[in-house]
T-cell receptor, first 112, second 114 residues
Framework: QQQVKQSPQSLIVQKGGISIINCAYENTAFDYFPWYQQFPGKGPALLIAIRPDVSEKKEGRFTISFNKSAKQFSLHIMDSQPGDSATYFCAAPNNAGNMLTFGGGTRLMVKP | EPEVTQTPSHQVTQMGQEVILRCVPISNHLYFYWYRQILGQKVEFLVSFYNNEISEKSEIFDDQFSVERPDGSNFTLKIRSTKLEDSAMYFC????????????FGPGTRLTVL
C-alpha cells in the first residue's frame, strides 16, 4: 500500500513570498504525481501534475520539483497571494496505477 | 464547463440505516472514483470503477460499501448499515482516462451519522 508523507501541516507566508510544500512517497511503478488545491467547502481541484520524465514542471507561479531517487517531490508557489490560501494535497499512485493515495494536506495561509 | 455533480449535499441518517450517495460524472468520462474526507483530515481513496466493474478498492471499502452505475449517467455509493465513523465528506470524481489523467471532483456530500 502506498504511503505519502506531506509537510508541513500548516504554513503561513507573507504576500509575495514563496510557499514550499514537500511530499515523500514509497515505491511506485507508475509515474504520475499530482497536486490538488482545496478551498473550504469544495472538492479538491487539480492544480498541477508531473510525469517524471522531467525533474521540474512549471505552470505560471506553480512549480513541481521531482527527485525520483529520493522519492520526493515538492510544490513551490512563487509570489504567493492571499487567494492562494487553501489546503494543498499531494498524491501518488499505487503500482497498478489505479488509485491515488493522498498526503495529509498542508493548510496554507497567505497574509496580505 | 462540464462538472461532476453530487446529491444530496448533506445527508443525515441514523446509525444502522442504509444510505445512497449519488453522483453524475462528466458525460464523456470513463473512470469513476469515490473518496472520503473526515473533517479536517486527508482525502482517502475508497474505490475506482471502470467498464462496469471495480478496478481497485481500499481497505476502507469493506462489505458495507457497494458502487453501481445503474444507467448511463449516475454513479452511486451505497453504505448498507452506517456507523458513526462513516460520518465524513464523500467525494465522487471522474476522469476521461486512467490514472495519469486529471480527476475532476464533485462538490461532495456531507454524511452525518447519528
Amino acid at each position: 500500500q502506498q504511503q505519502v508523507k506531506q509537510s508541513p501541516q500548516s504554513l503561513i507566508v507573507q504576500k509575495g513570498g514563496i510557499s514550499i510544500i514537500n511530499c515523500a512517497y514509497e515505491n511506485t511503478a507508475f509515474d504520475y504525481f499530482p497536486w490538488y488545491q482545496q478551498f473550504p467547502g469544495k472538492g479538491p481541484a487539480l492544480l498541477i501534475a508531473i510525469r517524471p520524465d522531467v525533474s521540474e514542471k512549471k505552470e505560471g507561479r506553480f512549480t513541481i520539483s521531482f527527485n525520483k531517487s529520493a522519492k520526493q517531490f515538492s510544490l513551490h508557489i512563487m509570489d504567493s497571494q492571499p487567494g492562494d490560501s487553501a489546503t494543498y494535497f499531494c498524491a501518488a499512485p499505487n503500482n497498478a496505477g489505479n488509485m491515488l493515495t493522498f498526503g495529509g494536506g498542508t493548510r496554507l495561509m497567505v497574509k496580505p | 464547463e462540464p462538472e461532476v455533480t453530487q446529491t444530496p449535499s448533506h445527508q443525515v441518517t441514523q446509525m444502522g440505516q442504509e444510505v445512497i450517495l449519488r453522483c453524475v460524472p462528466i458525460s464523456n468520462h470513463l473512470y469513476f472514483y469515490w473518496y472520503r474526507q473526515i473533517l479536517g483530515q486527508k482525502v482517502e481513496f475508497l474505490v475506482s470503477f471502470y467498464n462496469n466493474e471495480i478496478s481497485e478498492k481500499s481497505e476502507i471499502f469493506d462489505d458495507q460499501f457497494s458502487v453501481e452505475r445503474p444507467d448511463g449517467s449516475n454513479f452511486t455509493l451505497k453504505i448498507r448499515s452506517t456507523k458513526l465513523e462513516d460520518s465524513a465528506m464523500y467525494f465522487c470524481a471522474s476522469s476521461p482516462g486512467p490514472l495519469n489523467n486529471e480527476q475532476f471532483f464533485g462538490p461532495g456530500t456531507r454524511l452525518t451519522v447519528l
